[in-house]
Every structure is written in C-alpha cells, then in structure tokens.
C-alpha cells in the first residue's frame, strides 16, 4: 500500500499567513478545533518568519493568547463553515481508509504516490485537489 501524502492550507488565521503543517488534519480529523490551541501552545504554529503569532485578548478578560488564554486562541481561528466542512471531508476520507484501505470518497480519488506520478493532496476551502509536485513541495 502506497503513501498518501498530503497538507492542509489553512484559511482559519489566513490574516496572520499561518499553513497547517504536518499533524494540521487532527483538528479537523476530529473535529475538534480546540486542539488547535495544543498545537498553538506546544509553538507548533509558526507565521512565514518562524515566529509564534502574537493572539490578543479577544475575550477581554485581561489575558491575551499570547500569554496562554486558549480562549483567545481558539477564537482567532474564526472557525467557519469551510472549516466544518473539511472536518466532514477529512472524518470521511479517514473512516473510508479504516474501512477499506482507500481513503477515496466521491469527490476525491487519492492515489497512492510513486515516484512516477510524484502526487500530493492538498486540502483547502474547496476541499481536497490532487497535485504533482510532491517533490518541490517537501524538498
């Protein structure tokens, strides 16, 4: 059985230019998007300079995310309907694999990666795309 790999753009925190890396899916595996505050806290979650982002006190409590309120983390994700609906895509992707061992489902053939085909799944605000370029991706 061929790896199936993928990453997740995420357009949660889009303002902060924050990507999901890998482990990125769990949250939405789950569909749990306060696992996002873990990841936040264990600085798992990097801006394009490699920095932790800074997350106000959005709660107005008189801690800001920053200094650990997960509150505030988990409401500056601004977790939306596409959010909800690729935690639907991804709960169906992962049940179909444990049931059959093929993660495809109507709306997306996952092929297994070779060498050849060098394939990547990208999953974003529309849902799940198959790409090449794994390669240049994950250099």
């Not at 993928?6 to 357009?11: A, D, E, G, Q, V």
């Not at 006190?57 to 609906?85: E, F, H, K, N």
């Amino acid at each position: 059985m061929g790896e199936r790999p993928f990453r997740i753009l995420s357009w949660s925190w889009v303002d902060k230019g924050l990507l999901s890396g890998h482990g990125g899916e769990l949250p939405y595996l789950f569909n749990y998007p306060a696992m996002f505050a873990n990841n936040y806290e264990f600085n798992l979650v990097l801006d394009a300079s490699g920095k932790k982002p800074e997350i106000a006190d959005l709660d107005m409590d008189g801690r800001s995310g920053t200094a650990g309120d997960r509150d505030d983390v988990i409401a500056s994700l601004a977790w939306g309907q596409q959010d909800a609906a690729l935690a639907e895509t991804m709960m169906s992707i992962w049940t179909n694999f444990a049931k059959t061992s093929s993660p495809n489902i109507p709306a997306l053939s996952w092929p297994p990666y070779t060498a050849e085909n060098d394939t990547i799944v990208e999953f974003g605000p529309t849902g799940g795309a198959v790409k090449t370029g794994l390669s240049a991706a994950f250099p």
